[in-house]
């Protein structure tokens, strides 16, 4: 299984970016994609989780500004990012879970500046 990530960069604060997130390969039934996100010096962190019955699952921190969404027939997974904070800073990472394991992706890195 690939993932594939695309969509971060530079963004000013209280700017919008969107990520995505393609998987391909080995892929059966897939029950949830998400991102995570780890800040330097910090643990990796879960941002938005969606299910396979269309449950969403956000950090408290992101509620109100960040949206996941999914697209099943093309086994993708976006992030619009809205209002971003010096403190969304970090690499984003994508994540699917189905039968057989958990996957990651390679990392996007999310810089907001002040």
């Known amino acids: 299984v690939q993932l594939v990530e695309s969509g971060g960069g530079l963004v000013q604060s209280g700017g919008s970016l969107r990520l995505s997130c393609t998987a391909s390969?080995?892929?059966?039934?897939?029950?949830?994609m998400g991102w995570y996100r780890q800040a330097p010096g910090k643990q990796r962190d879960l941002v938005a989780r969606?299910?396979?019955?269309?449950?969403?699952t956000y950090a408290d921190s992101v509620k109100g500004r960040f949206t996941i969404s999914r697209d099943n027939a093309k086994n993708t997974v976006y992030l619009q990012m809205n209002s971003l904070e010096p403190e969304d800073t970090a690499v984003y990472y994508c994540?699917?879970?189905?039968?057989?394991?958990?996957?990651w992706g390679q990392g996007t890195r999310v810089t907001v500046s002040a």
């Open positions: 390969g080995s892929i059966f039934s897939i029950t949830a």
């Open positions: 994540n699917i879970l189905q039968l057989g394991g958990v996957y």
């Open positions: 969606v299910f396979k019955n269309g449950s969403i």
